[in-house]
């Protein structure tokens, strides 16, 4: 079974009249997460997509596009992958090598940055 934390939300956004909600745990591998979305026109909730992370740690509407900052990969992180809203479905848009844990994103110039924690902490950016 999985802790009780396993599945906490973390953050919410509202989209064409839907309210998704971030959940999941960084701590606990609590696998696979799925992205939850208050449908109101049907007044029901929905898994609008799994995704390949054990916790969604914030949305955010960036340079026009809604993004899903995956907090923890599954397993030994290779890439934290960070997902993009396209057609009602959650699809990766960038891949993180050795990020660990990714909390926050911004875009600023003309690009995306991602805040993260690495594995080996002697990397120099």
Not at 91 to 116: P, Q, R
Request: hydrophobic content about 35%; glycine content about 8%.
């Amino acid at each position: 079974t999985l802790p009780s934390n396993a599945r906490n939300p973390w953050d919410m956004i509202l989209i064409d009249d839907c309210l998704y909600v971030a959940t999941g745990d960084y701590a606990n591998d609590s696998g696979t997460t799925s992205i939850w979305k208050y449908d109101k026109s049907k007044s029901k909730w929905v898994n609008s997509g799994d995704v390949e992370q054990e916790a969604i740690a914030r949305f955010a509407n960036l340079n026009g596009q809604n993004i899903a900052i995956g907090a923890d990969p599954i397993g030994r992180p290779q890439y934290a992958e960070n997902y993009i809203l396209s057609n009602g479905n959650w699809e990766v848009f960038s891949k993180i090598k050795g990020a660990l844990h990714t909390f926050d994103a911004e875009y600023f110039n003309g690009a995306f940055y991602f805040g993260v924690g690495y594995e080996k902490m002697n990397i120099r950016l």
